[in-house]
């Protein structure tokens, strides 16, 4: 509920994209929307992010929460606890209370633990792109449209491909594997950069829709959440893994590219 019904704050903004908000206030905000374009602007943001957050993690909210998390097998250690603490003289009313604080604390760190592993968290680059994306985007460009020599080693030589690879960008890399995409690796090359070289490698489909996945070697040994961009006619999901940073690109919709990166991301990952 809007606590000042004269004065809209951040805090109603997100309400309202979140659809927190009772009709009456909803239709305040809106109001207050169409009388303030900055806040009009920042709304849209936020929808436009929900929307891609949505998009990202629609696999992942399918998924079971493991077992070891469920209420029933909390409510059994919270019971357990309780039964052992019980006979012990210093046990009383604030014993337990801490003891469910600390439950509590154990239940929320493993709850997010089990989400963090899916932290791929899409957004809008700023204008102020990644070299490394910038990069990826122009090799993608050049390349993808080769009809008689995409690649310098094709994908049959795979092994040699990727120890070759790896020995130049001094890490190791992996091909994904996508057949059950419906993409299979056609091969890959070298591409230098102003401070070391860069890895590609290129995928393509039945149709003939090739996408590329950039890789260069990660020298923070960061990491950080997926993140997508879109150039014309070209969308691309990029994220920094430890040792490796990726770019992926490819001439197809957000929604078809989403399920690809994120496939790459945990063959990667693992």
Known sequence: MIKDKNNIHHDDLHAYVDDQLSPDDASRVEHYLSQNSD??????????????????????????????????????????????????????????????????????????????????????????????????????????????????????????????????LQVPIKAPKLQQSGYHLVGGRLLPRNDGVAAQLMYEDQTGKRITLYLIRNQETETSAFRFTSEKNMNAFYWLDHDVSYVLVGNITKEALSPLAKHIYAQMAS
């Open 39 to 168: 806040a009009a602007s920042f709304v849209a943001e936020l929808q436009k992010q929900k929307e891609q957050l949505k998009t990202l993690f629609e696999d992942t909210l399918q998924e079971p929460i493991p077992d070891r998390l469920s209420p029933h097998e909390l409510a059994k250690t919270i019971e357990a606890e309780a039964k052992r603490s019980s006979s012990h003289p210093l046990f009383n009313r604030s014993r337990w209370q801490s003891i469910a604080a600390i439950l509590a604390v154990f239940l929320f760190g493993n709850v997010s633990g089990w989400f963090g592993h899916h932290s791929l968290i899409a957004s809008n680059l700023t204008s102020q792109k990644r070299p490394m994306v910038r990069q990826a985007l122009d090799a993608h460009t050049t390349y993808a449209v080769e009809v008689l020599h995409p690649v310098e080693v094709s994908g049959k030589e795979e092994d040699h491909l990727v120890r070759w690879l790896s020995k130049r």
